[in-house]
């Protein structure tokens, strides 16, 4: 596969240089299965803009016919968000070149929003260096030991070093459930330093512990939040369901990035198969992407790219025109028009919202 290359291109100023390289040694570790675990219900609706580096942000209200979970997965916060409501529609928008490389430096004339093909007037812009909330799910279930977890731990590294000195941390790990391990910390090394793996019984609990991911990260410091999930991409023991974790990934603010730690039978075997379009859905509907290693090489290089991508982008906020609390989705289209003198460029972000006032 194509790898973008690990600088980016600034319209207005020189290349962006990346953080100097250190090592990082660590461990990871789990829980045995066999603990209590919430019975399965409806998911309440969470949000529903798309991520954004701003505090004015879009949210969706819950759903009043829905009902909560009965028992939240991991340990929980027990504070709440302010709930301020708003019709503004925020997005995260990555921008990058024929040759993958992001694209900083643009000015808000470049870019152009259709609410359900009708263009908006962009009312809120911003390209800075903003700080995330980074939710950091890792997978320690059987399926996982040996080999995988040892380049994955030589490139969460990776992620650390070049990341933005103030970005705040959330780790969860998982196997037959889903364990909130550091709860809102800027030191990367503690993240390093926590866990100690062990292997157990084959059972997953993985959308389990991305149900818990989006819930920790939207009650971050930070306007922009994101999910770095290293997995195989298999499942067998989660209450939640796939069609639960896509739903709420579409309504939320979170931008997952997922890395499918994938050995050499993996590639080809069912599993395998099943497990990289898993990855693949949940990544994409929330406007983030999924990657597939294939070499530790390529894994530092990924883990990088992640980093350098949450640093280059752009935050883009709208009020629709006559907006309606009626739930109904509205699909976005981001374009974008370079300047003179560039070649043809591409924009990744989410594709649309619930048009509900905001929660949060």
Known sequence: MHLPTRYATKITAASVSLLAAFAFSFSVSSQEAGQDKPAPTDP???????QSQTPAQTSQSPDPTASPPAK???????????????DLITLTVT???????????????????????????????S????????????????????????????????????????DEYFLIAFNSRAQLLLDRTRDGDSIL???????????????????LGVE???????????????????????????????????????TLYAIGILSGSDAGSTLGMEGQGVLDELSGVSGGKAFFPRSAAEMDDIFEQIALELRHQ????????????????????VKVT???????LFVRSKEGYYATAGAR
Not at 99 to 106: D, F, I, N, P, Q
């Open 216 to 254: 920790k990260v939207q009650r971050g410091a930070h306007p922009k939040r994101a999910l770095l999930l290293i997995s195989d991409g298999q499942d067998n023991d989660s209450r939640y369901t796939f069609n639960e974790v896509r739903k709420l990934l579409k309504e939320s603010d979170v």
């Open 72 to 86: 939240k997965l991991g340990s929980e916060l027990d504070d709440r968000s302010l709930i301020t409501n708003t």
């Open 314 to 333: 752009y935050s883009i906020g709208y009020k629709p025109e006559s907006f309606v609390n009626d739930g109904k989705w509205h699909r976005v289209k």
């Open 44 to 50: 309440a609706q969470t949000q529903g803009s798309t």
């Open 127 to 166: 390209d800075d260096d903003s700080p995330v909330s980074v939710g950091v799910i890792f997978d320690v279930s059987g399926s996982m030991s040996g080999d995988k977890v040892k380049r994955a731990r030589d490139a969460l590294a990776k992620f650390i070093q070049t990341s933005h000195d103030a």
């Open 95 to 125: 921008v990058t070149d024929t040759y993958g490389r992001y694209v900083s430096g643009l000015s808000k004339s470049a870019f152009a929003v259709f609410d359900n093909k009708q263009q908006q007037e962009i009312t809120f812009f």
């Open 193 to 211: 330093n926590k866990l100690t793996f062990v292997e157990t019984k084959n059972q997953t609990a993985l959308y389990d512990a991305c149900y």
């Open 338 to 344: 370079p300047p003179r003198g560039l070649p043809r």
